[in-house]
T-cell receptor
Framework: QKEVEQNSGPLSVPEGAIASLNCTYS??????FFWYRQYSGKSPELIMF????GDKEDGRFTAQLNKASQYVSLLIRDSQPSDSATYLC???????????FGKGTRLHILP | EAQVTQNPRYLITVTGKKLTVTCSQN?????MSWYRQDPGLGLRQIYY???????DKGDVPEGYKVSRKEKRNFPLILESPSPNQTSLYFC?????????????FGPGTRLTVT
């Protein structure tokens, strides 16, 4: 059974600091990796997609992928109170197109 | 405006009464999928479709059916709902183009089966 693991949190980070969210996955053949943000009572929103080893930056967000160690992380620079949400990590495996989600990390940015 | 619509948004029904939750997208995306979200269990994929007439099971397909007769629509069918299918359901559509992934979720359908 493929698994995606995240620390459930809550992770509390002061405003303006860097928030670091981590995710590990069990399927070594996984090819595509996603980070979503979900506000309470709302739909998930895709914020990062990464498929190559290394870093991918988009505004204040940086996704880091390390396939050898089977982890993907999300860094949020200059954290804002509006970044307070649950962040979901998801993975697509090599053999099919199923998307497996982690259970999410609750992030709380302290004003 | 890119949009995924789901109907109904809220539904209370009784065990065994067949129901359909509709999902429609206006972005001509090939990939569509259904998820359920439960406290403590996170988001789990029920079914997905790579294109018209192509559907595959996700992680939790038992008790659900889907069809993809048109590219824009991907209804979720519960032939005989049971209380353990009480959940928040999301439909999503997506595509991979030029190394970028575009994905949108619908607003969700909160289903209660008594």
């Amino acid at each position: 059974q493929k698994e995606v693991e995240q620390n459930s949190g809550p992770l509390s980070v002061p405003e303006g600091a860097i928030a670091s969210l981590n995710c590990t996955y069990s399927d070594r053949g996984s090819q595509s990796f996603f980070w979503y943000r979900q506000y309470s009572g709302k739909s998930p929103e895709l914020i990062m997609f990464i498929y190559s080893n290394g870093d991918k930056e988009d505004g204040r967000f940086t996704a880091q992928l390390n396939k050898a160690s089977q982890y993907v992380s999300l860094l949020i620079r200059d954290s804002q109170p509006s970044d307070s949400a649950t962040y979901l990590c998801a993975v697509i495996g090599n053999r099919d197109d199923k998307i497996i989600f982690g259970k999410g990390t609750r992030l709380h940015i302290l004003p | 405006e890119a949009q995924v619509t789901q109907n109904p948004r809220y539904l209370i029904t009784v065990t065994g009464k067949k129901l359909t939750v509709t999902c429609s997208q206006n972005m001509n995306h090939e990939y569509m999928s259904w998820y359920r979200q439960d406290p403590g269990l996170g988001l789990r994929q029920i079914y997905y479709s790579m294109n018209v007439e192509v559907t595959d099971k996700g992680d939790v397909p038992e008790g659900y059916k889907v069809s993809r007769k048109e590219k824009r629509n991907f209804p979720l069918i519960l032939e005989s709902p049971s209380p353990n299918q009480t959940s928040l359901y999301f439909c999503a559509s997506s595509r991979l183009a030029g190394g970028n992934y575009e994905q949108y979720f619908g607003p969700g359908t909160r289903l209660t089966v008594t």
